[in-house]
């Protein structure tokens, strides 16, 4: 699943689409740069709300979410991610008796017959081959299992909440007040 976000959105551009096509032929780098800065300023407060959202960690989010720069004859900047149901892993699961507690959507959450170590309470031994991830059997009897996922969609959660408030406050706020300075300044 991969998701795109653009600056094409933006309700106020085409009040600017004359002085825009001006300001491209004369200086063709100026307007790429310029969306650039806010779009990094932007990518910023996406990152900062899907954390607090999901409940994931800052450098997991950082790799999830890529950006795609403006340049000159491509006006537009792009947050990209793409991914699936997130293991529980990467939301700080700790093992209990009952099972594994992690926090999905920042929310302490108890998942039963999952496990991170083998052996018996409470002489419990780290399994390298499960590398910190957690499993749960999926047939009554013998050794198959696989990764217990959380629920936490990144594409899903960065469409929504807090995330796409962040975006779209930089996209209706910051975007037209720099282009205005800049058409300002250009063009005297």
Same mark, same amino acid.
């Given at each position: 699943m991969q998701l795109v976000v653009t600056w094409k959105d933006v309700r106020g551009f085409n009040?600017?689409?004359?002085? @825009? #096509?001006? $300001? *491209?032929a004369q200086f063709p780098? %100026? $307007?790429p740069r310029l969306m650039n800065q806010v779009g990094r #300023?932007?990518? !910023?407060? @996406?990152i900062r709300s899907l954390t607090q959202q999901t409940g994931l960690l800052r450098d997991v989010i950082v790799r999830a979410v890529k950006e795609k720069p403006a340049f000159s004859g491509a006006l537009h900047y792009d947050l990209r991610t793409r991914g699936g149901n997130v293991r529980l892993k990467y939301l700080r699961p700790q093992e209990t008796a009952e099972g594994v507690v992690a926090f999905p959507f920042n929310e302490r959450t108890l998942y039963p017959r999952t496990f991170m170590r083998g052996g018996e309470f409470p002489d419990r031994k780290t399994v390298p081959e499960f590398d910190g991830h957690v499993m749960f059997r999926n047939r009554s009897s013998g050794r198959h299992y696989t990764f217990a996922r959380s629920g936490v969609y990144i594409p899903e959660q960065m469409v929504e909440g807090m995330a796409l408030e %962040?975006?779209?406050? *930089? @996209?209706? !706020? !910051?975007l037209p007040a720099r282009l205005d300075a800049l058409i300002a300044k250009l063009l005297g």
């Open positions: 009040r600017f689409h004359d002085q @825009v #096509r001006q $300001i *491209e780098k %100026a $307007i #300023r932007a990518k !910023t407060k @996406v %962040a975006w779209q406050g *930089e @996209v209706r !706020t !910051t």
